[in-house]
C-alpha cells in the first residue's frame, strides 16, 4: 500500500536551533502533503498544506516564517521549524491523500522537544 | 464551521466486553467520514471509509456505522491488542482537501 516515510522519529534540540523533519512517499506520487501538529490528549490540527512546486498555504495562526515548508518534488516534503521554542514541542505528522476508499495516508509522526 | 466530536474521551473495558465509540459531526458537504487508529507515539492507520448514511464497514472486531449527523464505532468482544485512541475525521466539500479530526477516544482493554 501507500507509504508515507518520515523521519526523524524523534529529536530533541536546543532553543534557537532549527530543526527539518521530512516526509517521503515510498511508492506513489504524492502531489499534496498535509502537515499536522498534535499536542497529548489533543485533536491533529491542520498546520499548513504543501503542494509541489508552489508556496504552501497556512492555516490561521501558524507563522509561515517559523514553519518553512518545501515540497520540491512529487515525493518529498519538508518542514523546518525555525528558531525552535520549548513551546513548539509537539507531535508532528504529516499526510498525503489517496482515493477515499484508501483514507489518507499518515508518517509515522516525529516528536520534537525543544530544551 | 465543520467540527468532529468524539465521546467518550476515555473508555476502560474488560476483555469480551463490548461497547461503542461515538462520533458526531457538522460538516457541510461530506465527502466521506474516516476512522484511524493512533497507537502512542505512531502516526494514524486507517481503518474505514464512510460515505453515506446508512453505510456500515467491517473489519474483525470492528464495525463502523454512518448516520447524517454522527458515526459509532462498535468494537465487539475486544481484546488487549485492540487499546488504542480511535481517531475520527471527515473530509468537507472538495477533494483532496485536509481531514477535519476529533480528539479521538482512547480504549484500554484489560484481561
Known amino acids: 500500500g501507500a507509504v508515507v516515510s518520515q523521519h526523524p522519529s524523534r529529536v530533541i534540540c536546543k532553543s534557537g536551533t532549527s530543526v527539518k523533519i521530512e516526509c517521503r512517499s515510498l511508492?506513489?506520487?504524492?502531489?499534496?502533503m498535509f502537515w499536522y501538529r498534535q499536542f497529548p490528549k489533543q485533536s491533529l490540527m491542520l498546520m499548513a498544506t504543501s503542494n509541489e512546486g508552489s508556496k504552501a498555504t497556512y492555516e490561521q495562526g501558524v507563522e509561515k516564517d517559523k514553519f518553512l515548508i518545501n515540497h520540491a518534488s512529487l515525493t518529498l516534503s519538508t518542514l523546518t521549524v525555525t528558531s525552535a521554542h520549548p513551546e513548539d514541542s509537539s507531535f508532528y505528522i504529516c499526510?498525503?491523500?489517496?482515493?477515499?476508499?484508501?483514507?489518507?495516508?499518515f508518517g509515522s509522526g516525529t516528536r520534537l522537544t525543544v530544551v | 464551521e465543520d467540527q468532529v466530536t468524539q465521546s467518550p474521551e476515555a473508555l476502560r473495558l474488560q476483555e469480551g466486553e463490548s461497547s461503542s465509540l461515538n462520533c458526531s459531526y457538522t460538516v457541510s458537504g461530506l465527502r466521506g467520514l474516516f476512522w484511524y487508529r493512533q497507537d502512542p507515539g505512531k502516526g494514524p492507520e486507517f481503518l474505514f471509509t464512510?460515505?453515506?448514511a446508512g453505510e456500515e464497514k467491517e473489519k474483525e472486531r470492528l464495525k463502523a456505522t454512518l448516520t447524517k449527523k454522527e458515526s459509532f464505532l462498535h468494537i465487539t468482544a475486544p481484546k488487549p491488542e485492540d487499546s488504542a485512541t480511535y481517531l475520527c475525521?471527515?473530509?468537507?466539500?472538495?477533494?483532496?482537501?485536509?481531514?477535519?479530526f476529533g480528539k479521538g477516544t482512547t480504549l484500554s482493554v484489560s484481561s
Open positions: 511508492d506513489f506520487q504524492a502531489t499534496t
Open positions: 499526510s498525503a491523500p489517496l482515493q477515499l476508499k484508501y483514507g489518507y495516508t
Open positions: 475525521a471527515v473530509q468537507a466539500n472538495q477533494a483532496g482537501t485536509a481531514l477535519i
Open positions: 464512510l460515505y453515506s
